[in-house]
């Protein structure tokens, strides 16, 4: 019988409901697997078993008793340590941080306990959640778990490791330039970023922008879907955010079918010309090829992104200063590079260049959404490279092409976030480097129900595919290895 860790949500909930899996069975599955597989990968850095185990008994308590069960209900969820969490310790990868232990949940926390969820631990972060590589100097690294010794992306990549090796089936994320979907891509699952103002996000500190959104991440899209339908909830709390507007969210929890033989798909290997090395390109080209096969029509398309990098270096730069001109001043001489460069360099920006961003923006916006007047979906690669080392904080070039900072190997992400649409981060297979890789499905803004469903076809349909179907880390190897991703030494 399947050890009930590598249980998907929706099937471990409806197995929960029928009372032929227990919340305790399930939860001490996924903390004996954490024992097992953590150490090499370093992914869930802090736990929270006693109190996870209490709740779990709470929760076969309640399903004996025949009482309403959440949609959560008994489910193990990895939070990340971004997120504050009541009593469990919250550290934001910052050393600053370390004995940290919030009096209350985020609201994102509170939804998914509030549904029933279960909170195991916390997973890891750049420090403050600033970087496509996760590391810090508290924790450490986080392996990918197709190669410890290299990245798995960021800034939610302890999510998504600890997703990839069944240590929960649940995780939070969030995004900036990219923090749900370049893990996802990198360790073979899921990340969704909604189209902003879906998730609420109620300690936003900037009161209108398409930055700083929080999402769901699993093994599969129906699960990741379910985890939305949660975290999308509005109550009278969710009013501290102004971009969360009004939403019917248990819709997430039943997707709609779609026929992929209807489905008009527009294609990109780089939004233009940004940045992607010449083996991204040709495993893009081959899953490329194996989509067309299922779809209505597939076409490659002139879509031209290549402004929007610079776009979000400088709104990027606004978005920092609004959220840590506070805090600046007592930064020490390690903390993370990432932030300081971006805070820096906003400092010597004229408000000029910030104002033509935006309004480049907002063009840019318009241009892209007028791709969906001919096409249901777009789909570009996740990442322009394979997973590097994650010693170095980025890679220090591509195909010959020197890196100028943290930002300007992300342009595949962060141009979507310029643009504010909804993306899916769908893994598909492995690259030429035997690692994970993934595409992005991009719908129109607001659509996010019905990209959702499109996704869930597309992925039920390369589930076939052996090339192009989801990767799974080997956890025997991974049990094995010593790992030295806990003393990390980066720059």
Known sequence: MTDPCHLTAVEARRLIGAKQLSPVELVESCLAQTDRIDPAVNAMVIRADDRARAEAREAEAAVQRGVRLGPLHGLPVAIKDLQPTEGIRTTYGSHHHE????????????????????????????????????????????????????????????????????????????????????????????????????????????????????????????????????????????????????????????????????????????????????????????????????????????????????????????????????????????????????????????????????????????RFTEVFEDYDLVICPGVGVSPFPWRDLFPREIDGHPIENYMAWLALTASITVVGHPVVALPCGLDDQQMPFGVQLIGPAYGDHRLLGQANALEQALVRDPVARRPVPDFDALASTESKVRDAEFG
């Not at 232990?101 to 969820?117: F, L, N, Q, S, T």
């Not at 600033?130 to 999510?159: E, M, W, Y």
């Not at 330039?177 to 073979?188: K, N, Q, T």
């Open 99 to 366: 004995h940290h232990v919030p009096e209350a949940d985020a609201g994102i926390v509170a939804r998914v306990r509030g549904a029933g969820g279960v909170v195991t631990g916390k997973t890891n972060i750049p420090e403050f959640s600033i970087g496509a590589n996760t590391v810090n100097r508290l924790f450490g690294a986080t392996g990918n778990p197709f190669d410890v010794d290299k990245t798995c992306g960021g800034s939610s990549g302890g999510s998504a490791v600890a997703l990839a090796t069944d240590m929960a089936p649940l995780a939070t994320g969030s995004d900036h330039g990219g923090s749900l979907r370049i893990p996802a891509c990198y360790s073979g699952v899921v990340g969704y970023r909604a189209t902003p103002g879906v998730v609420p996000h109620e300690a936003r500190t900037t009161p209108q922008t398409f930055y700083s959104v929080q999402g769901p991440m699993g093994r599969t899209v129906a699960d990741t879907a379910l985890l939305l339908s949660v975290i999308t909830e509005r109550s009278t709390a969710t009013r501290r955010d102004p971009m969360a507007f009004p939403l019917d969210s248990t819709g997430f929890r039943q997707l709609d079918p779609v026929d992929l033989s209807g489905l008009r798909v527009a294609v990109t290997a780089d939004l233009g010309g940004v940045l992607v090395s010449e083996s991204i390109r040709r495993t893009f080209v081959d899953r490329v090829e194996r989509i067309a096969a299922l779809v209505g029509s597939c076409h490659w398309h002139p879509i031209d992104l290549t402004e929007a990098l610079d776009v979000d270096w400088r709104i990027r730069q606004d978005v920092f200063v609004s959220q840590y001109h506070r805090d600046a001043a007592g930064w020490d001489e390690g903390f993370n590079p990432n932030v300081r460069a971006t805070f820096e360099s906003a400092l010597e920006t004229p408000m000029a260049d910030i104002a033509q961003a935006r309004r480049l923006q907002m063009d840019l916006y318009h």
